[in-house]
């Protein structure tokens, strides 16, 4: 069986410079990586992966943490993150934590017993987090205001202003409110701007017209029936995101109610099927691979040494206006 001595020999290169070609092959020039692979090829030479990691220190394995698998806006984060992982040559492993702290810290061990090299959680940062931790490189890729380590987000407040002000544009004003669970950051981001925009509008804030889900179809459909029950009912919704806006929708729908006739209805994503929506619905584009791409891009810097004088950053979102918003019935 050949060695990697024979494969250093062969290209006229040192063992050092074949082992960085297969653990870190963008170290290495083009050239050399050829000619390398080439007589990898020819030897029939059979790395031992293992032993490789032992002596680099290196798992060469990130762990993604994610609070739901089932939420598309993740998975397409995630496609984000795996994007770069492949091309960096590591390994992901994905841990569906379902917004588990006790799950979180057990993915996180891996990292702490040096079988994965880093983390990206997708949970917002809040007060219980399990993360920032010592001794492990963290890098939050649905980050909020304030998180305490390397995040990648959005700006959740002023685009949720901006959905607010669209709708109050159109001439809204009794504006119902589909929120996330209470104490999610994103959920306190997005009600900021929700208020910020009624405050600038000069219209009071009104609790009775929020209805608080968990960012699942179906609490958008349950916060539906919140909204049909009113005998003084709003006449249009924002919803803090597309799959309880479609989920009310359907609610909204079964009673009778017509979208964007009898009420207006806005969520925030974008998530692939949201323009397929019957109607298609206004919403807030979210940069969801990007938001993964950047984060893995940051999470490798760190695992790399290299220092970034940046720790934050704020990618643009879009927002899109279609069929499921209009002015209110005179
Ligand atoms: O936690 C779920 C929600 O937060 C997603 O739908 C997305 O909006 C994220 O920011």
């Given amino acids: 069986m050949s060695t990697i001595r024979d494969v250093a020999k062969e290209v006229g290169c040192s063992t050092a410079t074949v082992s960085r070609a297969l653990s870190n092959p963008e170290k290495v020039s083009k050239a050399s990586l050829k000619r390398i692979h080439a007589a990898i090829e020819k030897l029939q030479y059979r790395p031992n992966m293992l032993s490789q990691q032992f002596r680099n220190k290196q798992a ?194 079964a009673k009778g109610l017509k979208i964007p006739e009898d009420i207006s209805i806005a969520g925030f994503d974008d998530l692939e099927f949201s323009k397929y929506s019957d109607p298609p619905l206004t919403t807030v584009a979210q940069p969801a691979e990007k938001l993964g791409e950047k984060s893995a891009e940051l999470l490798f810097q760190l695992i790399d040494g290299e220092t970034s004088s940046q720790n934050e950053y704020v990618l643009p979102v879009e927002f899109i206006i279609r069929q499921s918003t209009a002015p209110p019935r005179s």
């Fill in 60 to 253: 060469n394995t990130i762990v993604i943490l994610v609070p739901d698998i089932a939420n598309l806006f993740f998975s397409t984060v995630i496609s984000g993150i795996e994007n770069v992982a492949q091309s960096k040559g590591f390994n992901v492993l994905l841990g569906d934590t379902r917004d588990s702290s006790e799950r979180e810290k057990s993915f996180i061990n891996l990292v702490e017993t040096k079988q994965a090299d880093g983390v990206i959680q997708l949970r917002p940062y809040s007060k219980n987090s399990m993360l920032p931790k010592k001794f492990v490189t963290a890098v939050n890729a649905c980050g909020c205001e304030d998180t305490p380590y390397p995040a990648v987000r959005i700006d959740n407040a002023d685009a949720a202003r901006q959905v607010t002000e669209h709708l109050i544009s159109l001439g809204h004003k009794k504006i119902g409110l589909i929120s996330g669970l209470t104490d999610n950051p994103h959920t306190i981001d997005r009600l900021k701007g929700y208020k910020q925009a009624l405050a600038q509008a000069g219209i009071e804030f009104d609790p009775a017209l929020v209805a608080e889900g968990d960012f699942t179809l179906w609490s958008g459909l349950n916060a539906s029936e919140h909204f049909i029950r009113m005998t003084d009912r709003p006449t249009a919704i924002f919803s803090m995101n597309d799959e309880m806006a479609i989920g009310a929708m359907k609610g909204l729908k």
